[in-house]
């Protein structure tokens, strides 16, 4: 499956974005979608992860902030932003992979996306 992320940009504290993540290749249903992001010098951490039938996940540093949705209809994953504080600054990446186990680990995830920019100024 191939992954296109968009929706990144320079935004100030407090603010909104949603992120989006399309799909094409594959049947888009059959995948766990997750949201990774890095920043300059760290790890790629994980951000958040959605199951095929919805059930979520979240890093607990973005609990009530960030939101992950998909609409299989329209083969796309999204990322809800909101509240964004400059720690928020990152590349994010979208991922998919089949199986909804240990979520959180880039490693298991088979395909991945290009990267948005999400910078937050203080």
């Known amino acids: 499956v191939q992954l296109q992320a968009s929706g990144g940009g320079l935004v100030q504290t407090g603010a909104s974005l949603r992120l989006s993540c399309a799909a094409s290749?594959?049947?888009?249903?059959?995948?766990?979608m997750g949201w990774f992001r890095q920043a300059p010098g760290k790890e790629r951490e994980f951000v958040a992860a959605?199951?095929?039938?919805?059930?979520?996940y979240y890093a607990d540093s973005v609990k009530g902030r960030l939101t992950i949705s998909r609409d299989n209809a329209k083969d796309t994953a999204y990322l809800q932003m909101n509240s964004l504080k400059p720690e928020d600054t990152a590349v994010y990446y979208c991922?998919?992979?089949?199986?909804?186990?240990?979520?959180?680990?880039?490693?298991?995830?088979?395909?991945w996306g290009q990267g948005t920019q999400v910078t937050v100024s203080s």
């Open positions: 290749g594959r049947t888009f249903s059959n995948y766990v």
């Open positions: 991922a998919a992979k089949t199986l909804f186990v240990i979520p959180a680990v880039p490693r298991t995830y088979d395909y």
């Open positions: 959605i199951s095929q039938g919805g059930s979520t």
